[in-house]
């Protein structure tokens, strides 16, 4: 599965190298390519707390990986004694982003995989495999859901998308930009709007730079003239990520996503979500039940290290807001297209879904 990645030649967040990852640093993008060598699972648990790897898939298979090298670190006669220190490790990753559904998804696994092991030794080659695995499925899930969402896509069309959700976000093509990403590659001709997605401006930083790799045409915006773009008549449809999606269609993704969603909503715009059916939480009804992530001021109030607000202003930072399901034209998932019913509105899933 790996060797796709180099067909398809595009930057990947994160590489194992036997006992260790090699991780892309996102927070340096554009300007730097910084690739760093994180050796313990304390060190991926700072690197997804402090984005430098980042967007809900690449997420859950950094927390996989940041478990297979916390599980060579523990020193452990029994399966007992490992199993403990390893749900301790596995709390740790937890601990950073806790919206990103992957990320539970893929320790859950993590666990599930040395639970099912014999002996300590085991246990570790069975860590690693897994983490590889779910990386694979990534990988796999990315090509399919690319795919599959660039039918929606015609040639000539003009593509909203917000934060990054590029092969940065997503191990393989991406999610949403992977959808233009294939579109692209199949011949269409496709050009992307870019919300620069503050506080942290992965659109601006990360999306451009993506789309320059991959030969796509890329205009940056602000996030506020997203609706002043669409009354012109110029945006024909919206693509997004997710991070978490409840059982009725709810979506979480990125602050500014619902806005853009209510926009594309009263200018008859379609707006799709892509995401992995491991982004899929069915144990949450409604997105009312998804919990936000709140994050540091500083985000707000600076810029690359550089006060621009006023001093001691209160400042609230949530990392993500919900979409409900009506604003929400079709889900892509690797297994398919979750198209809106007519008869009541909402979102079904037709499509099994394993979790």
């Known amino acids: 599965m790996f060797s796709v990645l180099k067909k398809i030649r595009l930057p990947q967040p994160l590489e194992w190298r036997g006992d260790k990852v090699r991780l892309l640093d996102q927070t340096l993008l554009p300007l730097e390519e910084v690739y760093l060598d994180i050796t313990d699972y304390r060190e991926m648990a700072t690197a997804i707390k402090e984005l430098k790897v980042r967007g809900a898939p690449a997420i859950g298979v950094a927390g996989a990986y940041g478990m297979a090298l916390g599980g060579l670190q523990i020193k452990a006669r029994s399966k ?55 990386h694979e499925t990534e990988v796999d899930n990315s090509m399919k859901m690319s795919r599959k969402g660039a039918r929606l896509l015609k040639s000539g069309c003009r593509v909203l998308t917000h934060c990054n959700t590029g092969p940065l976000a997503a191990p393989g093509y991406g999610t949403a930009l992977g959808v233009v990403i294939y579109a692209h590659r199949q011949g269409k001709k496709v050009h992307v709007y870019a919300d620069e997605t503050r506080p942290l401006l992965q659109g601006a930083r990360l999306t451009t730079w ?41 979506t979480a993704n990125k602050i500014g996503t619902y806005s853009v969603a209510v926009l594309a909503k009263e200018h008859n715009i379609p707006f799709y979500v892509v995401a992995p059916t491991s982004t899929i939480d069915l144990s949450m009804k409604t997105g009312d039940e998804i919990p936000i992530e709140q994050r ?60």
Request: aromatic share 6%; net charge positive; charged share 25%.
């Open 210 to 250: 993506e789309c320059q790799k991959a030969g796509i045409p890329v205009t940056l915006i602000t996030d506020n003239m997203a609706g002043w773009l669409m009354k012109r008549g110029e945006i024909d449809c919206v693509i997004v990520g997710a991070d978490r999606i409840a059982a009725n269609g709810d």
């Open 80 to 134: 007992a004694s490992f199993l403990e220190k390893l749900h301790a490790a596995a709390q740790t990753l937890a601990g950073t982003r806790p919206t990103a559904r992957n990320l539970f998804w893929a320790i859950e696994r993590m666990e599930k995989a040395a639970r099912n092991c014999g002996r300590v030794a085991e246990i570790k080659q069975a860590l690693i495999a897994e983490a590889v695995k779910i």
């Open 296 to 355: 540091k001021p500083e985000e707000v109030t600076h810029i690359g290290g550089i006060r621009f607000a006023a001093s001691n202003v209160a400042v609230v930072n949530p990392a993500f807001d919900v979409t409900p399901a009506r604003y929400i034209t079709a889900i892509v998932t690797e297994r398919g297209i979750i198209r809106k019913s007519f008869e009541d509105g909402n979102l079904k899933f037709p499509i099994r879904i394993r979790q």
